[in-house]
């Protein structure tokens, strides 16, 4: 029987609204215990460029307190290798990054960029980091990212999640099944996630492929009228 998919709970939200303030408070890490304490399997953090929500403090806590893996995302550069070398967290999930995008806006192009990733995520690997490159769910990208030599992707699911057409999200539906399916073959745990919510998961928790799907947006939101222990364990 396949084990159960593994959900990461992503708490940079969180953060946002501490940050809308610069208080300290709510505090993202407190939010991290009561996530694993509803069975949140990780914990996953973007620190980006900007610092627009977490923080450096943040990482290193989480880090030093969680008992269960923290996956960091981040960009492809110099300052973030040189940051999670010094943290050391489970896992890192190198996602790109553009200071004036709201959120992620798709996946890295691993084949433009596959010397220098190959270096990177080389580098991450022999420190104990498992490494995971966020990738549209094309195979091109998958191709590129076996080249990389890494043993794990997160598919973006984000053009299913914003399909409006039933016909179109059926379509985007058959392209992240359809990679899983390649990149599985290709001996590479396949997980998933961006812009997924507790209505259009269904749908994707069916792909049999799926290790693990990181979900950050609507469990925050959810959080706001039923709490957050809630909203994780449902």
């Known amino acids: 029987m396949k084990p159960p998919i593994q959900l990461g709970v992503n708490i940079d939200h969180i ?8 208080t300290r408070y709510p505090d993202p890490v407190q939010a991290g215990f009561v996530a694993v304490d509803a069975g949140a399997n990780g914990i996953t953090v973007h620190l ?4 627009r929500h977490i923080q450096e403090r943040d990482v290193n806590l989480l880090r030093e307190a969680l008992t269960v893996p923290m996956n960091l995302e981040m960009a492809p550069t110099p300052q973030m290798v040189a940051f999670a070398l010094k943290v050391r967290p489970a896992k890192c999930c190198i996602v790109p990054e553009k200071r004036e995008e709201l959120t992620t806006e798709g996946g890295l192009d691993v084949r433009l960029q596959s010397a220098s990733l190959r270096g ?3 580098e991450l690997a022999r420190a104990g980091i498992e490494v995971s490159l966020f990738i549209d769910p094309d195979p091109v990208q998958i191709e590129a990212a076996v080249g990389v030599g890494i043993s794990v992707v997160e598919l973006h699911t984000g053009a299913y999640a914003e399909a409006q057409d039933a016909d179109l999200k ?5 392209k992240i099944t359809t990679a899983a399916g390649i990149a599985a073959d290709a001996n590479l745990q396949v997980n998933a996630g961006h812009g997924l919510t507790y209505h259009n998961v269904a749908r994707i928790v069916s792909i049999p492929q799926l290790v693990e799907l990181n979900i950050g947006h609507a469990i925050v ?3 706001l009228f039923r709490g957050l222990q ?3 364990a449902d």
């Open 221 to 223: 939101a959810r959080a």
């Open 230 to 232: 809630t909203a994780v």
């Open 120 to 122: 990177i995520c080389g």
């Open 48 to 51: 980006r460029e900007d610092r």
């Open 170 to 174: 059926s379509l985007e539906f058959e």
């Open 15 to 22: 953060a946002t609204v501490r940050e809308a303030r610069g």
